[in-house]
């Protein structure tokens, strides 16, 4: 076994920090984000796609999502994909074009999407606790097999630490304006 290279294991901790960025931006707030049909899947052309494979989706104004489908025989299921993926949006029918109106979001609910992305920032910091385990635990191994001295171990275990700590403060930081944001009236 080689000296372990702990770039690969911050490489790693940065990939979770960036999917719970990834899975805040299918949260809805307030106001109307593109992002917000990220999950929607439609049934085109014999196949299921994302619904940015089959249309142009902008935001026009702050509570307002327009999806321009170009192909005029999609609109159909185009529609009947947004209501049924249950992100509770009703879209308006205007020939090619779905305008979707962003409700404001009730006090409840709220509190709901703010206990969702607690939990998957919990999930992404377990992620990063198990990046540090294994950086650890391959670490016990180069030292064991002499790879590196007791030293070096110790050395590159409190910089794994360091690692990790930065990677849950940044957790810590996105959850914190993520909720600043669902909470904003």
Do not use: C, H
């Not at 719970?20 to 992002?35: H, S, V």
């Not at 321009?68 to 994909?81: C, I, L, P």
């Not at 962003?102 to 377990?126: C, F, H, N, S, W």
């Amino acid at each position: 076994m080689a000296k372990p290279d702990l770039k690969t294991y911050r490489d790693r901790m940065d990939k979770a920090v960036s999917a719970l960025k990834e899975e805040f931006n299918g949260l809805r707030t307030g106001r109307a984000n593109a992002g917000l049909l990220d999950p929607v899947m439609v049934e085109a052309y014999g196949s299921t796609s994302p619904l940015n494979a089959v249309a142009a989706i902008s935001v026009p104004e702050p509570r307002m999502i327009s999806v321009n489908v170009w192909d005029k025989g999609m609109v159909v299921s185009v529609e009947k994909a947004i209501r049924s993926a249950g992100l509770g949006l009703n879209p308006v029918v205007d020939g090619q074009m779905l305008r979707i109106p962003v409700p404001p979001l009730t006090e409840e609910r709220r509190r709901d999407l703010a206990k969702l992305a607690g939990k998957y920032a919990e999930q992404q910091k377990i992620a990063v606790r198990n990046v540090r385990r294994d950086a650890n635990d391959d670490l016990k191994k180069a030292e064991k097999a002499s790879d590196i001295s007791q030293d070096e171990q110790k050395k590159m275990e409190a910089e794994v630490q360091k690692d990790t700590d930065a990677a849950i403060k940044r957790i810590d930081e996105a959850l914190k304006a993520k909720e600043a944001e669902i909470m904003q009236v």
